[in-house]
């Protein structure tokens, strides 16, 4: 889809010109300033309407912009909405935490979103008579997996739950997914399949398991900082696959 003029958003202050083909997208916006000082060469910043900072930079030489897309479906569905149709990006890669829905999978694993079911009404919107299978692109999800295997960097490939609740009253509603082979559950992927399959984009989720729905364990802080740096470095070396 052609960018069209409506820039600057109410969201995003910046031109397509600011922007690489790819955007990696955490959801919290101190992670993508992390990236962006310590992976980025020549990294500026290019965004930071409502403190939803973003930046553009190279890694290896490859043009690469990272920008946060805040928490939930809502949010991550009109930055991804934005990035794709007003600022002409191709490629978003959401790299974010989630939660293990199964015993078998562990804190720091790295799960890559081959699909992302959801608990919410964001599909409504479409108007179709039936449900939506969001999936990931496929050349973004073969890229990613392979980096990880010449890495010899482990990682699942399956299924997330996008849930539009972290407090739920009922926990058994959403572990009752794993029945199905849902591996965990996090709150934007759906959001951002859907809205780059509307605008003929390219999408991918990549997530590090931070805690266990299961079991209740949990990451510190300051462990999760370290642990989603293999993820970070995963999502960085498929940007360069893709190219710039």
């Not at 999800?141 to 010449?150: G, I, S």
């Not at 300051?222 to 293999?230: A, G, I, L």
């Amino acid at each position: 889809m052609t960018p069209n003029n409506t820039y600057p958003t109410a969201h995003i202050k910046a031109t397509p010109a600011d922007f690489a083909p790819t955007v990696l997208m955490p959801g919290d916006p101190l992670r993508s300033e992390f990236i962006a000082k310590n992976f980025l060469a020549d990294a500026r910043l290019v965004n930071n309407v409502r403190g939803i900072q973003g930046y553009t930079g190279t890694y290896k030489g490859t043009p690469v912009s990272v920008m946060a897309s805040g928490m939930g479906m809502p949010s991550m569905g009109i930055y991804a909405h934005e990035l794709y149709n007003v600022f002409g990006v191709e490629n978003i890669i959401r790299i974010g935490s989630a939660g293990a829905l199964r015993t078998d999978i562990a804190l720091r694993e790295i799960v890559i979103a081959m699909g992302a079911s959801t608990n919410s009404a964001f599909f409504d919107q479409y108007g179709l008579k039936g449900q939506f299978a969001a999936i990931a692109t496929y050349d973004l999800l073969a890229k990613a997996t392979e980096v990880a295997k010449n890495k010899a960097l482990p990682v699942r490939v399956g299924n997330l739950l996008t849930s539009d609740t972290f407090y739920g009253e009922r926990i058994t509603d959403t572990l009752d997914w794993a029945k199905l082979g849902v591996l965990a559950v996090e709150m934007e992927a759906a959001a951002l399949y859907m809205t780059a399959a509307r605008a003929g984009k390219n999408a991918l989720a990549i997530c590090t398991i931070s805690d266990s729905v299961v079991t209740g364990d949990a990451l510190s802080a300051e462990d999760r900082q370290d642990s989603f740096v293999e993820m970070m470095e995963l999502a960085l070396e498929t940007a360069v696959e893709v190219g710039g």
